[in-house]
């Protein structure tokens, strides 16, 4: 069993920056590939990141490239997603998941929201 706790969301304004935290319990972060996902109000659930069990590879989605980068510390078992430049339309419930491909767990989420 796996379980994923996010914290970091907040209220920001566009411009600024976050810090996602995504703490993995249970099986270690070397066997599963985790992601992070967004929820906008009235929207579905878009993927936003992944990155691989090694954390040598990781993907984003178009709408985030250059501004958000994912990472993790194995020993905190911890993976993290850094957003900068914020915008209006990034805010939304933000998830981590595992497996990234098809998530069968899943966090409670952390809001954020970008406005002035």
């Known amino acids: 069993q796996l379980q994923l706790v996010e914290s970091g969301g907040g209220l920001v304004q566009p411009g600024g920056s976050l810090r996602l935290s995504c703490v993995v319990s249970g099986l270690g972060l070397d066997y599963y590939v985790i992601g992070w996902f967004r929820q906008a109000p009235g929207k579905e659930r878009e993927g936003v990141s992944c990155?691989?069990?090694?954390?040598?590879?990781?993907r984003y989605a178009d709408s985030v490239k250059g501004r958000f980068t994912v990472s993790k510390d194995n020993a905190k078992n911890t993976v993290y997603l850094q957003m900068n430049n914020l915008k209006p339309e990034d805010t939304g419930v933000y998830y981590c998941?595992?497996?990234?491909?098809?998530?069968?767990?899943w966090g409670q989420g952390t809001q954020v929201t970008v406005s002035s």
């Open positions: 990155i691989s069990n090694s954390g040598s590879n990781t």
């Open positions: 998941g595992a497996p990234c491909s098809h998530p069968d767990y």
